[in-house]
């Protein structure tokens, strides 16, 4: 089981940048197909970006275009750039991470996928 730990958080004020970081460690990473997720207080968790081994990327409509979602992989590290950030993207950022399998990559950005959670980092934009 990979464990993972996300920083990076803050503030900021609306159209900055933060750029988010999650640390792998516990299991090889290239078992794993990796994701960004976030949830506002009295909403549901949001998938935002999530991306394979080799690089193949999907987003949420409501990012596409600002965020863009990388890797490290000789790091174990992942990583969301955010860009021309939105009061509406306040929310605790989570990085997570699935199994990859015989069948191949597809892209989800279901929760329910995802085995493994880091602890979340908090990011606010104000206006």
């Known amino acids: 089981q990979v464990q993972l730990v996300e920083s990076g958080g803050g503030s900021v004020q609306a159209g900055g940048s933060l750029r988010l970081s999650c640390a792998a460690s516990g299991d090889t990473y290239s078992n794993y197909y990796m994701a960004w997720f976030r949830q506002a207080p009295g909403k549901e968790r949001e998938g935002v970006a999530t991306?394979?081994?080799?690089?193949?990327?999907a987003y949420a409509g409501s990012v596409k275009g600002r965020f863009t979602i990388s890797q490290d992989k000789a790091k174990n590290t992942l990583y969301l750039q955010m860009n021309s950030l939105k009061p509406e993207d306040t929310a605790m950022y989570y990085c997570?991470?699935?199994?990859?399998?015989?069948?191949?990559?597809?892209?989800?950005?279901?929760?329910?996928?995802?085995?493994?959670w880091g602890q979340g980092t908090q990011v606010t934009v104000s206006s």
């Open positions: 997570a991470a699935r199994r990859r399998r015989a069948g191949g990559y597809y892209a989800t950005l279901s929760s329910t996928d995802y085995g493994s």
């Open positions: 991306i394979s081994n080799y690089d193949y990327t």
